[in-house]
């Protein structure tokens, strides 16, 4: 049984962790969040230590690395903006960091993050587990086998919607976020990468705070992307049946449907990185790099081959 520690306990993505902690049958035995309403806790790991103060917290992690049994991991699931002093934290303090997507924001923080890697011999892994979804895996596989020169013709649209508070809290904040293509798209990059190749050509049609869109030319795939926080994109007929998530990749005309599956995604990537294995900083890099070139492209507007809902 090996030891974890968690920061950003509070947050909506932070329960997958405790899950997957508890089903590796491993054990959180420190958390820390500004946010003090954690009753979550007590459905996991109640004998946990929690600490409000982060200062406290890493103090607590020090302390515990010079006895028999250390912490191993260390989980981040904090806000975007705070995951670079996160990992390094947990990288100083002689443990693994495991770290919500994106990684990082910014090409000089992956910079940092390799030279402390060399200098502690301890590694970063990243959450990117739609490379683990069923589906995925089966395209990949498809692409790989087929004709090796042919381009694809790739539409991806992703909506979620989100209401009023997204845009008051840090989520809305494009320097603490990263902003739609960062906080929203960066599974959908990575995955396209991962299936496709790299990117060769990047151009952006539209960007705004709560949705954007533009187009990709991989090394196998020309893709039009479209990125919504908005409801009102959200096409009738999912609508209807009350949903307030769409997620469509059609390749060549073919609607690949991979909304369910996710559940043990978590638990799947955690059991990859106890076997030695995970998706580390090389795995994450190509798309940090990618959306932040995209954030800081001037949109072009709706001209050349964009995604039809570009010009809503």
Known sequence: MKNFALIGAAGYIAERHMRAVKETENRIVAATDAFDVMGRMDSFFPEAE?????????????????TRQ????????????????HIQSALNNDAFA???KPLVLYPEEIEAIEKTQLSTGKKVFNILQLRLHPTIIALREKIKNGPKDKIYDIDLTYITSRGKWYHQSWKGDIDKSGGIATNIGIH????????????????????????AAGFLQLKNARVRWYLSLDNNDIPLEAKERGMRTYRSISVEGDEI?????????HTQT???????????????????????????????????DFHPMAIK
């Open 270 to 304: 955690y059991q990859q990185i106890l076997s030695g294995n995970g998706f580390g900083l090389d795995d994450a890099k190509p798309c940090i790099l990618l959306t932040h070139k995209i954030r800081n492209t001037k949109p072009v507007g709706a001209i050349g």
């Open 188 to 211: 959908f990059f990575d995955m396209l990468q991962w299936i496709f190749g790299e990117v060769q050509n990047s151009i952006v049609h539209l960007y705004e705070a709560d949705k």
């Open 257 to 265: 449907e991979f909304s369910g599956g996710f559940t043990d995604l």
């Open 50 to 66: 929690f600490f409000l103060d982060f200062s406290k917290f890493e103090k607590f992690l020090s302390e515990e690395q010079k």
């Open 98 to 100: 495991i770290c919500e």
């Open 70 to 85: 250390p912490i191993e991991y260390v989980s981040i699931c904090s806000p975007n903006y705070l995951h670079v002093q």
